[in-house]
């Protein structure tokens, strides 16, 4: 069974969350038409899929992305990713950045998105990634609860209210930290519609 800790009410501008995550509310709100149209751009290319665990099983969410991501199969095998291009790299570096990650150099963006009823449970970014480096994750669309975790699953976790434009960035300490978000609430959002999309931007092992 969770323990949750009492529910996070941040406050704007950037805001330690735990060692090494920083919550930055709002950061991406005014570049989200420009975040949006990157997103259209990946997924002419590389529409949504559907998403497994390493386990096999089948996940609520879609997803797709664009740089050095080869975990992209598809009927016919691995395809490869849209190039992850420099504005969305250097939004990246400027959110890392203003949480104190200035030397952060991703060079891939995995995009997730989430239909009412989908969730993602507490997991840790491991597979892939190189976890010297932090996790830079923007929520477009429908608001979302995000938990954040420790280093064990049973740890206390955080319930973060995240909206359209709000960034996590997570590294340090807390790269290896439990992470996932509660089931999507139904709702529309004036931009996207019915639907949530969250990027996160990593530096995979190559
Ligand atoms: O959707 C989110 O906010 C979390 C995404 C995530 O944890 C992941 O892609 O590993």
Known sequence: MLQFE????????????????????????????F?????????????????????????????TGCGAIDWLDDEEGRISSPALGPALRAFAVRAATAAGYPDFMPNACLINRYLPGAKLGLHQDREETDTDEPIVSV??????????????RS????????????????????????????????????????QRINLTFRKIKV
């Open 6 to 33: 009492e529910y996070f009410e941040p406050e704007k501008g950037p805001q330690a969350i735990a060692d090494g995550a920083v919550f930055l509310q709002e950061f991406a709100r005014s570049e989200s038409a």
């Open 35 to 63: 975040l949006i149209e990157e997103i259209r751009k990946v997924v002419a290319k590389a529409p949504f899929r559907e998403a497994y665990t390493k386990g096999g099983l089948r996940m609520s969410l879609t997803s």
């Open 139 to 152: 929520s477009l669309g429908l608001p979302i609860t995000f938990l954040f975790g420790g280093l064990d």
């Open 155 to 194: 740890d206390p976790t955080q319930r973060i209210a995240l909206d359209h434009g709000d960034v996590i960035v997570w590294g340090g300490a807390s790269r290896m930290a439990f992470h996932g978000v509660l089931t999507l609430k139904d709702g529309q959002h004036p931009i996207l519609g019915r």
